[in-house]
């Protein structure tokens, strides 16, 4: 069963997942036929939770995914996507410049007002052409992402957003809600006015950075009853070796040497540093998922390989003993 309810709330049940961000080419330039063949791998791994936006190649992502799945039994599958823009078409030489590599026509504004949430869920839906949306995510309310609108817009959200979705939720139109951002204060900020049930937590919690996390993330969401999911668990391929650090160039001072000092600890105990990436951040109770996104079939092979490995229990005490590790983080037992 891919979630259910239990004492009135929501539980996801999907250890690893599939993120959309690579299919909206935020790392490559793949092509519809290529992002088909990853979501039919995805799928005939046994892979249920789908994870997108309409930011993400400004509304293709959402597309791909939603051709994909709309003819797949809707009750053996979790759908979530994102509001927070709304788009419109606009002519090729009128696409913003964005991280994106080959968009679509599109251009966007930030809403987090209640009708733009409505309509936003219903553009969704159009665009996927499936009957329901299962969680909905608040999408980038962050500092980081509408810089000093920030308390304009987390103003508006809980007036709007918040509001209108736990609403959504209570008339069984979609089963959960939550934040989808790159910030702890953005969840921590919403969990001082509204009921959210899960938050989709990227950057913020991984096997090279997680300190901030453990100490005021985990105990907040914890003490709300909110689920976590791992977005960027891989630090946007940085732990894969890719030369690039949560969606950007500039690589922490440090961190390359942290991460090969991890990589080389793995392989001593015969296990690779995905593997332990992806088992560091399921070892924390607050979080149900990590979804990767993913650039090819082969990387969706490597995700559930790792998912599978057993690490071994000396592997995470070498981790601590030589100082890789947060000492209150959580690993496996």
Known sequence: MATWIKDGAFHLNEKLGLGGGPIGTAFEKITKDNALEILEKAWDSGIRYYDTSPWYGLTKSERI?????KDKPRDEFVFSTKVGRLFHEVPDDEVPETMWLDPLPYDFRHDYTGDAVKKSIEDSLERTGLAHIDIVY???????????????????????????????????????????????????DCLQTADPDICLSATQYSIIDHEDAVDRLLPAVRKAGVQLVSGAGYNSGFIAGRNRYNYKDVIPKGFEERRNHIDVIARKHGIDIIAAALHFVLAADEFVSIIPGASSPEQIESNVRALQTEVPLAFWKELKTEGLLYAQAQVPE
Do not use: C
């Open 65 to 69: 995914f939603g051709e994909y799945l």
């Open 138 to 188: 608040v999408h980038d309310l962050s500092e980081e992402q509408v810089g000093d609108r920030y308390p304009h817009f987390l103003k508006q959200a809980t007036a709007g957003a918040f509001k209108v979705l736990s609403d959504y939720r209570r008339q069984g139109i979609i089963k959960a809600w939550g934040m989808g951002v790159n910030t702890i204060e953005s969840i921590l």
